[in-house]
């Protein structure tokens, strides 16, 4: 097939790319900047310069490539991480969730293209009531009145739009490989990054490189629908954490209460920390036929830390 990348040169879109050409699809890849046209030659695909919040150069690069299939993968996230001011941290990335999905869509359905595959999110945004893991059929926390109610909304955004297409939803879990957690690692060797109060919060974790496979499959079997892109081994905060520091050679995070973390972090942090819901896989196990190679973070922590 003909697969537009939009956001080919991310974290994840460096291991999709490469991973769809070797799968024998036509890539079109998108960057921000002409500088990185020749990585995206290097990986095996068309490059092609987008500014993904214009609609006008979103039209030219989809009609220019003449897809069958669009995969938005366009993201921001850069910098130390920020949770308790999420809104600013997030804000650039969340208006490619908001507008640049509705200039895809736009383009897409003036050039025809026959299939949509969004990137969303399910790590720790479940819900908070009821059981700690959760499937498909149940709700995203809003975390209304937080600095993360913005993104969560523009999450909301991604999956009503491209489900009114009849497209596909990937709710990756917490990325992690090369390039995907490398300030939260640094934050961790500093002892910057603590456990909050009983650290029972929950998070479902993934590896860049399963993300990749299941994006893969999910393009070639034309899913429809919302998935949960997570591994194996949903987990609370104080199992994760301190075996994540353990991984980096650093010392075991500090605890600290709830109080303190909700003053210095923000209630984000210490609901995540403290509540998190994670998710279950089992349905794009069944429907995808995907099995993540890393099961577990534990066995993905331990091999890109050991690098």
């Given at each position: 097939m003909r697969v537009f990348v939009a956001g080919g040169t991310g974290v994840l879109g460096r291991r999709l790319v490469p991973l769809l050409v070797a799968r024998g699809h036509q890539v079109t890849a998108t960057t921000t900047s002409a500088a990185k046209l020749g990585a995206v030659?290097?990986?095996g695909a068309d490059g092609?310069?987008?500014?993904?919040?214009?609609?006008?150069?979103?039209?030219?690069?989809?009609?220019?490539?003449?897809?069958?299939?669009?995969?938005?993968?366009?993201?921001a996230i850069a910098g130390k991480p920020d949770i308790k001011h999420m809104d600013r941290w997030f804000a650039v990335t969340n208006r490619?969730?908001?507008?640049?999905?509705?200039?895809?869509?736009?383009?897409?359905?003036?050039?025809?293209?026959?299939?949509f595959v969004a990137q969303g999110y399910a790590s720790w945004n479940?819900?908070?009531?009821?059981?700690?893991?959760?499937?498909?059929?149940?709700?995203?926390?809003?975390?209304?009145?937080?600095s993360a109610a913005p993104g969560?909304?523009?999450?909301?955004?991604?999956?009503?739009?491209?489900?009114a297409v009849d497209g596909a939803v990937l709710r990756y879990g917490s990325l992690y490989g090369p390039g995907a957690t490398d300030d939260q690692v640094d934050l961790i060797r500093k002892r910057q990054f603590p456990l909050v109060g009983s650290g029972a919060g929950h998070c479902s974790w993934l590896h860049l490189d399963d993300a990749a496979s299941a994006t893969a499959l999910a393009v070639e079997k034309q899913a429809r629908g919302v998935f949960n892109i997570v591994d194996d081994d949903p987990?609370?905060?104080?199992d994760w954490l301190p075996y994540l520091a353990q991984c980096a050679g650093a010392k075991r995070p500090m605890r600290v209460p709830v109080w303190l973390a909700r003053l210095l972090a923000g209630p984000v942090a210490v609901a995540m920390m403290t509540e998190g819901r994670?998710?279950?896989?089992?349905?794009?196990?069944?429907?995808?036929?995907?099995?993540?190679?890393?099961?577990?973070?534990?066995?993905?922590?331990?091999?890109?830390?050991?690098?």
């Open positions: 030659q290097r990986l092609v310069v987008m500014d993904g919040l214009d609609a006008v150069s979103v039209g030219e690069a989809v009609a220019q490539a003449r897809p069958d299939v669009i995969v938005h993968q366009m993201t490619l969730r908001t507008e640049g999905t509705d200039h895809l869509l736009a383009a897409a359905a003036a050039t025809g293209v026959r299939h479940g819900l908070r009531e009821g059981g700690w893991i959760k499937t498909e059929d149940d709700p995203l926390d809003p975390m209304t009145g937080t969560m909304a523009a999450i909301r955004h991604v999956e009503d739009a491209v489900l987990a609370p905060a104080n994670a998710f279950s896989n089992a349905k794009a196990k069944r429907e995808l036929g995907w099995e993540p190679d890393y099961a577990s973070w534990r066995q993905g922590f331990a091999k890109e830390l050991s690098r």
